[in-house]
């Protein structure tokens, strides 16, 4: 008698935990998405997008990047991981677009830090606010003073080394960049 009912309760058992693993699949396997790794202290968060993979030490790091380059005047928009994407990859597109130097390229990695683990990485005394260096393709930021305009410009040196395969002479990568922000202020 046991064995009779084995079979049929096994299906109803596994046909709800199949569909709810496709439609697991199929939710988190859209634009975004989020990985998160190290210890319980120390939870590192990867953010990718079309063009770039952000990451942080914290999400609170992530929510205030978000805020800092949103549109908003007064008050932040609450944080959300697909608009957050789609405002970066929209600024690296009017970027490239502005330069006219559209097309595939690697994939930019920004690193966010809170302004104290910033200033360790440098030896300036905290006088950038954010820095791009070609070898890593990778762009630096203090997240308490980071804004769209200054994303945009260090968007532009990847954007620009990018397409010549290298980085232009400084004076010539700080005027393009200096004229693309401008520009799209």
Not at 8 to 21: D, G, H, N, R
Not at 28 to 43: Q, Y
Not at 125 to 139: C, D
Request: glycine fraction near 6%.
């Amino acid at each position: 008698m046991q064995d009779k009912w084995r079979i049929p309760f096994t299906i109803c058992i596994s046909v709800p935990i199949l569909i709810a693993a496709i439609v697991g699949y199929v939710l988190c396997g859209g634009l975004v998405s989020v990985a998160r790794a190290g210890t319980k202290n120390n939870l590192e968060m990867n953010i990718a997008t079309k063009h770039t993979n952000i990451s942080a030490k914290s999400s609170k790091t992530v929510h205030k990047f978000y805020r800092k380059i949103s549109d908003y005047i007064f008050f932040g928009p609450k944080y959300d991981q697909e608009a957050m994407a789609k405002r970066v990859d929209s600024l690296f597109e009017k970027v490239q677009k502005t330069l006219g130097m559209e097309g595939d390229m690697p994939l930019l990695q920004i690193k966010l830090y809170p302004k104290a683990d910033f200033k360790q990485l440098l030896a300036d005394n905290g006088k950038r606010q954010s820095f791009y260096l070609y070898e890593y393709q990778t762009v630096y930021i203090n997240i308490d003073d980071i804004n769209a305009k200054m994303l945009i410009h260090e968007m532009c040196h990847h954007i620009v080394d990018s397409w010549f395969g290298g980085p232009p002479p400084r004076k010539m990568a700080e005027i393009l960049a200096t004229g693309v922000d401008r520009r799209l202020r």
